[in-house]
């Protein structure tokens, strides 16, 4: 594997974001009534950040261990390019994502807080994880947000990447 860019350069580059769900997008927690899974809580904002990247031309792509009709649902209003879920082997689907749109490892990101994520961690420019996340995840990822997960962590990390592509201005910026 090659060193990382800097997380600025890699996130100026960026084509592709790709996101777990349970602990980046949301708290982690998961909520069970006697039918199975009844509720996942997911940030307004984090949703407003995850249109802009769209906006902007940025694919996002959702890939999650478990499978959640709550999680498709949630998918389908944002308008996410693609979502893949009970999935085994992330760094495979987010690599047929990444070819099928002919980009390179230099041109995709990944946030993502657990072990099922770190080979994608490894492959992708822009590496972001959680202060959570296990020791090993954090040494390979170049961006660590700052805000809970499922609660502005996803809206800081996509505010992070907007603010670093080329010709994007900040509407909230003093001019």
């Known amino acids: 594997m090659d060193a990382k860019p800097d ?100 041109e995709c990101g990944f946030f993502g807080d657990d072990w099922p994520d770190y080979l994608v961690l490894q492959h992708v420019a822009l590496a972001a994880t959680t202060p959570q996340s296990p020791a090993a995840m954090k040494k390979i990822a170049n961006w660590i947000n700052t805000r809970p997960a499922g609660d502005g962590a996803a809206r800081e990390l996509c505010d992070f990447i907007l603010g670093n592509q080329a010709g994007h201005i900040n509407p909230w910026e003093s001019q």
């Open 7 to 106: 997380s600025k350069q890699a996130a100026g580059q960026i084509r592709l974001m790709g996101f777990d769900v349970d602990g980046t997008l949301t708290d982690g927690g998961l909520y069970f009534g006697n039918d199975g899974e009844v509720m996942k809580r997911f940030s307004v904002f984090d949703g407003q950040g995850l249109r802009l990247l769209m906006d902007h031309g940025i694919k996002v792509v959702w890939i999650t261990a478990r499978s959640s009709t709550i999680v498709e649902k949630r998918a389908k209003d944002l308008g996410i390019y693609q979502l893949v879920q009970g999935c085994k082997t992330k760094l495979q689907a987010y690599d047929g994502i990444r070819q099928s749109l002919g980009l390179e490892w230099h």
